[in-house]
């Protein structure tokens, strides 16, 4: 699963043999993303940077663990607007490439109305 919040993107797999453990490895492109993840999930491991392929940076939890958090995340949406929000948190730079992924999701919405 992609996860895009206010504080970061993440990419969350399950790796072991058949996708049946117990464990997920949560992925990011930026470490400090994984680093403000930690502050809200204790239970994520230290940052392993450069263990694997399409994402720099990664680190491992178990899954009811994260599940917990992304409830406590979405408990605590207060903004009305996602991008405005990441703009006052994260700045305008972080805002635009958001706003990029957003423009490029639309082209899902044109090709389904088709």
């Known amino acids: 699963m992609w996860l895009i919040t ?5 990419s ?3 790796k072991t043999p058949g996708g049946v453990g117990d464990e997920l490895t949560v992925r990011a492109r930026c470490a400090a993303d994984l680093d403000r993840l930690r502050e809200r ?25 994260f599940a917990a ?14 991008k405005n929000e990441v703009a006052v948190r994260r700045g305008r730079r ?5 706003a990029d992924v957003w423009h490029a999701l639309l ?8």
């Open 94 to 98: 972080h805002a635009h490439v958001l």
């Open 6 to 10: 206010t504080d970061g993107f993440y």
């Open 12 to 14: 969350v797999v399950d």
């Open 41 to 65: 999930l204790p239970a994520l491991s230290e940052t392993r940077t450069g263990a694997g392929t399409d994402y720099p940076h990664r680190a491992s939890v178990p899954k009811e663990r």
């Open 69 to 82: 958090a992304v409830a406590a995340i979405a408990t605590d949406i207060d903004y009305s607007n996602f």
């Open 107 to 114: 082209q899902l919405e044109r090709e389904d109305s088709r």
